[in-house]
């Protein structure tokens, strides 16, 4: 078993930026792909990215390309996304996930945080 659990949510401005952390505990952190999707009010969960186990890009959505990156410090159990140049239409509930494989849906994904609120105001 993986808990998850998001921080580093909140408000910002159109064009600002937020860095998002998942701290883990449970089962050995190292040996899961780490990801995040989110879900915005009325639509499905979607996903944004994901990393190898030592921390590099794999997958990521085209709506946050050049914006948004994953990075992942295994000695602190923590994956962490940073987001940048924040668009309204990043707003959503931001979930991570662990999992074994390397994918871009939610059904690949075995473990998930309860979520934490990015709302980007125009």
């Known amino acids: 078993q993986v808990q998850l659990v998001e921080s580093g949510g909140g408000t910002v401005q159109a064009g600002g930026s937020l860095r998002l952390s998942c701290a883990a505990s449970?089962?050995?952190?190292?040996?899961?792909?780490m990801g995040w999707f989110r879900q915005a009010p009325g639509k499905e969960r979607e996903f944004v990215i994901t990393?190898?186990?030592?921390?590099?890009?794999?997958h990521l959505a085209a709506s946050v390309k050049g914006r948004f990156t994953i990075s992942r410090d295994n000695a602190k159990n923590t994956v962490y996304l940073q987001m940048n140049s924040l668009k309204p239409e990043d707003t959503a509930i931001y979930y991570c996930?662990?999992?074994?494989?390397?994918?871009?849906?939610?059904?690949?994904?075995?473990?998930w945080g309860q979520g934490t609120q990015v709302t980007v105001s125009s």
């Open positions: 449970g089962r050995t952190f190292s040996n899961y792909v």
């Open positions: 990393s190898t186990l030592s921390g590099a890009v794999t």
């Open positions: 996930a662990a999992g074994r494989v390397v994918g871009t849906a939610a059904s690949d994904y075995d473990y």
